[in-house]
């Protein structure tokens, strides 16, 4: 797997901040937006924003993410969503690639390919495991979201947040933030001034995190029926944990395996919360949550992924039984 280092171009020198973004958007010829795989609100809303924004200055641009083949429809009535094009419609050669929401070039899939040929990659993002891959890198772990540094962007560039912008940008916050239970003062005064724009914040809370498929219920009745409590895990701080396997989402959208993560994190005998979804026959990727004294994206680290303290993840392959006691190890 290539390194993050190996995705800069060495002979660019390497810059940071809001200004610095602000100036490279602006001289952008065209740009690739690239949202992270399997994305959320937090990518989509990011990338469709700064999209919705290069468009009104004329800047012919593509947004995409790797993998599904579709985007998830929970995610459809985002402003922009519709233009969402797949990796093979990018061309080649686009001047600027931005990557949002994405600590690591891998995690973009194919389209990290699309950095070699880019004049500027422009990372902006809000998760501690970034260590900066791009030619141009603003990343803010005290960000609660990442649409929130794409606000800053356009206030540094003094474009105006139009309601549709405003839409993509609350949909990252909302989600991010678990409705705004667990954020700063910064992420409210943001949400005042998308409110002010005239966006339906129920029905856009509503869609993205208040409705689910039918078949959701009968994954549910599986998945959290065969949760398991370890109270000794986590030096006696408990872990909770249940498995999403092919076979519980069958016939229903897989992001909807997303959401079980948080009803398994409101157990009140366990500080850690973790959901492992089967990808493929030993494939697995794990979500896990903390509620206030266990770092998980140290956790996460030292499993191969990473992400926020009280949210995180990775990816791993083998054994459930092995995945689970190596989990419990790093949470001793």
Not at 134 to 160: C, F, K, Q, W
Not at 169 to 181: E, I, K, M, N, P
């Amino acid at each position: 797997m290539a390194s993050q280092e190996a995705a800069t171009p060495q002979s660019q020198h390497v810059r940071t901040g809001v200004e610095a973004v602000a100036e490279t958007l602006r001289g952008a010829r065209s740009a690739l937006v690239a949202c992270h795989v399997f994305p959320d609100a937090d990518t989509l809303g990011s990338g469709l924003a700064v999209a919705i924004m290069l468009k009104r200055w004329g800047v012919p641009v593509w947004v995409s993410f790797a993998e599904p083949s579709e985007i998830p429809s929970a995610f459809v009535t985002l402003p922009g969503a519709r233009d969402v094009v797949r990796p093979d419609d990018v061309p080649d050669d686009v001047d600027v690639v931005v990557a949002v929401d994405s600590a690591s070039s891998e995690r973009l899939g194919v389209l990290a390919s699309r950095i070699a040929g880019a004049r500027e990659t422009v990372v902006i993002d809000h998760h501690r495991s970034n260590r900066g891959y791009g030619t141009i890198n603003y990343v803010d772990p005290s960000a609660d979201s990442t649409t929130m540094l794409i606000a800053r962007v356009m206030h540094a560039l003094n474009e105006p947040i139009t309601e549709d912008i405003a839409h993509c940008l609350f949909a990252g916050l909302v989600t991010d933030t678990g409705s705004f239970r667990w954020c700063g003062p910064a992420a409210h005064l943001l949400a005042a001034e998308l409110l002010a724009t005239g966006i339906d914040a129920p029905a856009i809370t509503r869609e993205l995190l208040d409705t689910h498929p039918f078949g959701r219920l009968s994954m549910l009745a599986s998945v959290l029926g065969t949760a398991q409590l370890l109270p000794n895990a986590a030096q006696g701080r408990g872990l909770v944990y249940t498995i999403v396997r092919l076979a519980d989402i069958s016939g229903i959208p897989e992001d909807e395996r997303e959401t079980v993560v948080d009803i398994v994190r409101g157990t009140g005998e366990a500080e850690v919360a973790a959901v492992i979804k089967e990808l493929s026959p030993d494939r697995w990727s794990v979500s896990l949550r903390s509620k206030s004294s266990v770092d998980v994206a140290e956790v996460a680290s030292a499993l191969g992924g990473g992400g926020h303290t009280r949210s995180a993840g990775f990816e791993t392959d083998g054994e459930v039984e092995d995945l689970i006691a190596s989990l419990v190890r790093e949470l001793a």
